[in-house]
């Protein structure tokens, strides 16, 4: 004979499967950002060169535009030769940094939503498992 569960244990089951697809929802979203960031890492927001310095000639004129306090001497502009090496080597780094985050940011919400997904799983069976306890429960006692 088995024992039928009680409304708590059916609440908390619930409650776990409720959480389990709130959380499951939330983080497929975020899979998908950072599958989308990790195809394509320069237009991600973690890419921080920014929109403006996504060639050398953007590059260059932003470097010219920075700001020079009072008191301070505008800097000249270094010629391209030495210019163009710094900007690869910043861009190679942020590409890299990008396609860093995007890669955790996809392990760790993966792992997030087999998590959850195990848990509702392993919730609905355990719960619809006290539906079959009780419908038998039922049919024994008739």
């Not at 955790?104 to 848990?119: D, E, P, Q, Y």
């Amino acid at each position: 004979m088995t024992t039928r569960r009680s409304k708590v244990q059916q609440a908390y089951g619930y409650a776990v499967c409720l959480v389990c697809i709130i959380a499951g929802l939330i983080t497929l979203v975020n899979v998908m950002n950072s599958s989308m960031d990790l195809a394509r890492p320069t237009a991600s927001p973690a890419f921080g060169l920014g929109p403006n310095a996504a060639t050398f000639e953007q590059y260059k004129l932003e470097r010219s535009q920075r700001v020079v306090f009072p008191g301070q001497a505008a800097q000249p502009l270094p010629p391209d030769s030495v210019l163009r090496p710094v900007f690869e080597a910043e861009r190679a780094e942020q590409l890299a940094r990008a396609h860093w985050d995007a890669l955790k940011s996809l392990i760790t919400n993966g792992v997030v939503l087999l998590v959850a997904l195990a848990l509702f799983v392993s919730h609905w069976r355990w719960l619809r498992g006290a539906d079959d306890d009780t419908s038998h429960e039922t049919r024994i006692a008739a």
